[in-house]
């Protein structure tokens, strides 16, 4: 969609405004401390190979929340233990802060590649995915403890295993269901925009079964699944943009025993995405529709499917009225679509007006150049105040 700005101007209130401004203000001042969390936070191992280092940073934002005036919960079970942080208001409305603890990086990363101030960015792993967005969310809590809090309950819940779980909603998606509205803290894009729409995500491996046998001295008893995997592999990709944004990745491929042998089994693991998730289903069972290879069979395991994080008018509001708390910053906010899944798919699809990417600017997710804009820090926060004072507000003039 098209980067417009401005429009929900006047949907902010000016004390909205006044908040966000306030916001900006005091986090600037209390930057360096806000840095060391940051870093804190960094220095922790929180990989799915890492359930200590998980259960570390859980209490350690837990212990910040409280600081920042919030009750706390900690919700544990498969997948690791999720923090729910609540700060209690005098209106009506609630609206839910959505973030995660865990990072795709494997534990010694931290020590290996440990948190570095460079030029005007903070580096390290998960510092963008998404450290830095949980410890802005603190700030951007107790910054909402000193306002006038024109809400029921604005709430923070961090899950454990964003990156690693396999299937399913995040742990905490019955209660969020009937929330006002989740801003998911994934980072800003380096040019500011927030993030409106996701595509939906399967993941899947495709697997082949044929027969093996001795290349010299009977290869014709042999059905290599090797090949027909190759065949239907082709046929795959043959499907990309067949629906609006679909892409179609073959990732892995395994096949093979040693040489001179006819390879009895093959297998892919296959990734799918597109704007709506009927497109993804849709193009799942086209996966799984082989043709015939006389002695090969053919089956789909591990199939995990996210839902499209789709734009609707309420979700559009929320971008409309942050656009106009962000025009009153100064700062750059458009709204972009992203081919990147996060929690915010799973609230989105449940009905709930979902936006993403209210974390600090940053980029380069998942890699060694993963940064954050140091600069961006109090800007965002700011943002993410006023957008939750301007909803309270617009919901309790609703109600009244
Ligand atoms: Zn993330």
Redesign the pocket.
């Known amino acids: 969609m098209a980067s417009v700005q401005g429009g929900g101007h006047e949907m902010a209130s000016r004390r909205a405004l006044a908040a966000a401004s306030a916001a900006s203000a005091v986090v600037d001042r209390e930057l360096a401390p806000i840095l060391r969390r940051i870093e804190e936070l960094v220095r922790i191992d929180s990989g799915g190979d890492a359930p200590v280092g998980r259960e570390r940073v859980a209490d350690l934002i837990g212990e910040w929340a409280v600081e920042a005036g919030c009750d706390i919960e900690f919700l544990a079970g498969e997948g690791g233990t999720a923090m729910v942080a609540t700060l209690s208001g005098y209106g009506q409305g609630r609206i839910v802060l959505l973030?995660?603890h865990d990072t795709v990086f494997p534990a010694g990363t931290a020590a290996e590649r440990p948190f570095v101030l460079r030029e005007k960015s903070a580096l390290g792993p998960g510092i963008a995915?998404?450290k830095g967005?949980l410890v802005l969310a603190l700030a951007a809590l107790s910054c909402l403890a000193e306002g006038e809090r024109p809400f029921a309950t604005v709430e923070l819940h961090s899950v454990a295993d964003?990156?690693s779980r396999p299937h399913g909603a995040f742990k905490t998606l019955d209660r969020v269901r009937d929330a006002d509205a989740v801003l998911v803290l994934?980072c800003a894009r380096g040019n500011g925009d927030l993030v409106l729409e996701r595509k939906s995500q399967c993941n899947l491996r495709l697997m082949a079964r044929g027969r093996s046998a001795h290349a010299g001295t009977h290869p014709e008893q042999g059905r290599s699944a090797l090949l027909a995997l190759c065949r239907e592999i082709l046929r795959c990709d043959a499907l990309n943009g067949m629906r609006d944004g679909l892409t179609v990745t073959v990732g892995t491929f395994h096949s093979g025993m040693a040489f001179g042998v006819v390879p009895d089994e093959a297998e892919a693991e296959i990734d799918l995405r597109a704007w709506a998730t009927a497109d993804v289903a849709w193009a799942l069972e086209q996966v799984g529709a082989t043709s015939v290879h006389e002695g090969v069979s053919f089956e789909t395991e591990g199939v995990s499917l996210w839902p499209a994080m789709a734009a609707d008018a309420r979700s559009r509001h929320l971008y409309e009225v942050a656009a106009g708390v962000a025009q009153h910053l100064g700062i750059p906010a458009g709204a972009r679509r992203s081919g990147g899944t996060?929690?915010g798919c799973w609230s989105a699809a449940a009905g709930v007006p979902t936006l993403d990417g209210l974390g600090p600017v940053g980029g380069h997710?998942h890699s060694p150049d993963e940064y954050i804009e140091v600069a961006s820090f109090p800007e965002r926060c700011g943002l993410l105040v006023g957008l939750v004072t301007a909803l309270g507000l617009d919901r309790n003039t609703v109600a009244e």
């Open positions: 973030g995660h995915d998404m967005g964003e990156e994934e996060s929690d997710d």
